[in-house]
C-alpha cells in the first residue's frame, strides 16, 4: 500500500503552544530588558553629576575656593534690596545665558534704574531674582536653579542647552529641549516654546549662602534657625569649600526633579498651574534622587533616608538637619505640593548651617 506523505506545517494547537511560549518568554524578559535600561539611565545622570563636579572644582579654583553665586558680595549692606544697590553700590553683573544663532545676547539683564541705564540692558529688577541663591519663599526660585548661566556653564561646554545639565529620565523636560543639544549656539529660544527649561541638576541653596543664614540657634535644641541675609552685611558672599565640616554627607548639587521610582503614571504634578511641572525630589517618600557631595562622590539618597536622618539628629520631633524657620515655614521647600503625606524633607535645599552642615548621617 502506498504511504501518503503529510505536508509541513504547524497545527492550530501546535502554533497556539508556540505563541504561548513566546508570550512566556517576552513576560519574562520584559522587565529584566526595562530594568537594565533603567539602570542604564541612571548610570548616566550618575556620570553628569560627575562632570558637574568636576566643573564645580574649576570653578573654585578660579574663584577663591567659592561656591557659584550671582549676587554680588555685599548685597548684604543694602539689604538685598535691587533698587537700593543700584543707586548706591554699582549694576550687577548681568545673569547671560549666552548668544543665539543670530548673535543676540539672551539673559537676565537688570537695567533701566540707577547706574545700569547707561548700559542700556533692558531689564529690570524683576530678575534680581536669578542674583539671589534662592528666594526664601514667595516663588522659591533663583540662582541654584541655573547651573546653565554663561557664568557656570563656560566650565562644562559652554552652552546654556548642554547634555550634561539634563537627566535623560527627566522626560517632561527633555521633550522640549533636547531638540536644541546639536545646535552650535550658545543658547537658542523659539516661542512656540513658552518658557525656557531649566536644568535636571540643582546647586544647594543652603551651601550658597554665608553659614550664618541658616545657623543652628543655640537656643533652639531643633536647629531650626534662620536669619535673612539681607540683614548680615556678608550674607550673600559665598563660602569656600574649606568651610564644609562634612565633605561626605553634605550634598552640592542634586536632581531636582521626582526622576528616581517616580509616582505611577504621574509625571507632572497636578497642584501646580498649567499641569506642565514635574514633581520635585522631595514630593514623594520613595523619591531617591542621585547627589553630588562635597567630597565628589555620586549617590542616590532616599527621602526616607533623610528625614530618618533629620528625626535622629535631634531629640526634638522637629529635627535639625534642615530649617523649619524659613519663608518656606515647616513644610518646607514646596511641600505643601507633595505627593503623599509621608514626606517631609528639604534636604539639600534648607539644610540647617548651610555648607557647615549635613543633609545625611551616616550609618545607623
Known sequence: MAQQNRKGGFTIVELLVVVSIIA?????????????????????????????????????????????????????????????????????????????????????????????????????????????PIEFGGGGYGAFRVPGLKAFNVYLNGKFYDSTLYAPKDVVILNNVSKYFTNSAEFTYSASDGAYEDSSYCFSPAAMYDPKVLQRNSANLNGNGFTNPGSLPAGYRSPSNARCRYPSLKTRMIEHNWLQKPPPSQIVNPNFAGNTTPWFFNHGSNSAPYCLFFDGHVEMVSCRRAMQGDQRSSPQPNGSLWSKNTGFGANGYYGGQAYDFLVRTSFHILTTDGIEGRDVLGAE
Open 24 to 132: 512566556l518568554l517576552i513576560s519574562i524578559l520584559l522587565p529584566s530588558v526595562k530594568k537594565a535600561r533603567d539602570k542604564g539611565l541612571e548610570v548616566q545622570s550618575a556620570n553628569n553629576l560627575n562632570q558637574l563636579a568636576k566643573a564645580n572644582e574649576t570653578y573654585a579654583a578660579d574663584w577663591g575656593d567659592r561656591q557659584f553665586t550671582s549676587i554680588p558680595d555685599d548685597a548684604g549692606t543694602v539689604g538685598g534690596n535691587c533698587g537700593t544697590y543700584l543707586s548706591q553700590i554699582a549694576c550687577p553683573p548681568q545673569q547671560l545665558l549666552g548668544f543665539d544663532v543670530s548673535g543676540a545676547m539672551w539673559g537676565y539683564f537688570i537695567g533701566n534704574q540707577g547706574k545700569c541705564a547707561p548700559f542700556g540692558y533692558p531689564g529690570n529688577c524683576g530678575n534680581w531674582v536669578v542674583h539671589l
